[in-house]
C-alpha cells in the first residue's frame, strides 16, 4: 500500500493567497522529501527533511517534518503565478530504502 | 551535460507492438529506478536497481522487462503493448536510494493507439 497520504489532490488560489499541502503517513519516517513537478515537466528535487521537528525555508516556501516523524508539511506565502505545478512528498519505504515511494500529489493552480 | 537523459521523448506505437526506453545518468548515483506517471499524475514505482540489480520489482506485469548494463544505464522494454500502458514514464536516479534525492529524466509520454 501507499506510504504517505498526501492532501489535497487540488487546490486553486488567487495570486497572493498563501498555498499548504500536507503528507501523513501511519508509520514513521526515515525521511521526507518534496518535489515539485511543472505542467509537462519532471518532478524536481525541492528539499528533503530528515529531524523530528525540523523547519526548512527556501523563499516563500516553508517545510515541516512532524515532531512523531509521520507527518509533514509544505506551506507556500503569497503565492505566484510561477508555482503552478504538482508538489509531491516522498518518502523511502519501510525495510526497504531502495524505494521511493511517492504520494499522489497535489495540484496548484494559481489564478492571476 | 543532461544528468539524467532517457529516450525517446514521445513514442506513439500500435497495440501489441515491442519498444524500448533507454536512460543513461551520469551521475555516478547507484540506484536507478523507473516510475509510471498516468493521466492523474500518480507516480508508481515500477522498478528499482542498486548497482545494476534488480532490487524492486512492484506489481508490474511481465511484459514489461528492465535491463542495467552497468549502473549507468537502465533501459525499459514492453513487449506487447495495450492501451492502458499509455503514460508518462520516468527514469531517475539517487545516490543511496530513497535515503537521498531522486533525480528525475525527462520522460517519455508514451501513446499506444
Known amino acids: 500500500g501507499q506510504q504517505v497520504m498526501q492532501i489535497p489532490q487540488y487546490q486553486h488560489v488567487q495570486e497572493g493567497e498563501d498555498f499548504t499541502t500536507y503528507c501523513n503517513s501511519s508509520?514513521?519516517?526515515?525521511?521526507i522529501q518534496w518535489y515539485k513537478q511543472r505542467p509537462g515537466g519532471h518532478p524536481v528535487f525541492l528539499i528533503q527533511?530528515?529531524?523530528?521537528?525540523e523547519v526548512k525555508k527556501q523563499k516563500r516556501l516553508t517545510f515541516q517534518f512532524g515532531e512523531a516523524k509521520k507527518n509533514s508539511s509544505l506551506h507556500i506565502t503569497a503565492t505566484q503565478t510561477t508555482d503552478v505545478g504538482t508538489y509531491f512528498c516522498?518518502?523511502?519505504?519501510?525495510?526497504?530504502?531502495?524505494?521511493?515511494?511517492f504520494g499522489k500529489g497535489t495540484k496548484l493552480t494559481v489564478n492571476p | 551535460d543532461t544528468a539524467v537523459s532517457q529516450t525517446p521523448k514521445y513514442l506513439v506505437t500500435q497495440m501489441g507492438n515491442d519498444k524500448s526506453i533507454k536512460c543513461e545518468q551520469n551521475?555516478?548515483?547507484?540506484?536507478m529506478y523507473w516510475y509510471k506517471q498516468d493521466s492523474k499524475k500518480f507516480l508508481k514505482i515500477m522498478f528499482s536497481?542498486?548497482?545494476?540489480?534488480?532490487?524492486i520489482n512492484e506489481t508490474v506485469p511481465n511484459r514489461f522487462s528492465p535491463k542495467s548494463p552497468d549502473k549507468a544505464h537502465l533501459n525499459l522494454h514492453i513487449n506487447s503493448l495495450e492501451l492502458g500502458d499509455s503514460a508518462v514514464y520516468f527514469c531517475?536516479?539517487?545516490?543511496?536510494?530513497?535515503?537521498?534525492?531522486?533525480?528525475f529524466g525527462q520522460g517519455t509520454r508514451l501513446t499506444v493507439v
Open positions: 531517475a536516479s539517487s545516490q543511496l536510494g530513497g535515503v537521498t534525492e531522486a533525480f
Open positions: 508509520t514513521t519516517l526515515s525521511n
Open positions: 527533511l530528515v529531524k523530528s521537528g
Open positions: 516522498a518518502s523511502p519505504t519501510q525495510g526497504g530504502s531502495e524505494k521511493l515511494v
Open positions: 551521475l555516478g548515483h547507484d540506484t
Open positions: 536497481y542498486n548497482n545494476k540489480e534488480l532490487i
